[in-house]
């Protein structure tokens, strides 16, 4: 089955499906990334307005 394609082909389809996963990789990794700056983000915005209300409260 291989014996007719030429072996820079068959390397080319290689990087090709390489290439894919290293993408697919740095977008799982981006996307990890973003959710942990959402949380930190979040995390501080709740303790500015938990902050605000007890200063209210007082």
Do not use: H, N
């Amino acid at each position: 089955m291989v014996e007719g394609i030429p072996l820079w082909t068959i390397a080319l389809v290689l990087l090709i499906i390489f290439c894919g996963y290293m993408a697919l990789r740095a977008i799982r990794e981006d996307y990890k990334q973003e959710q942990e700056y959402i949380e930190r983000e979040g995390k501080v915005y709740m303790d500015r307005i938990q902050e605000a209300r007890s200063t209210k409260s007082s």
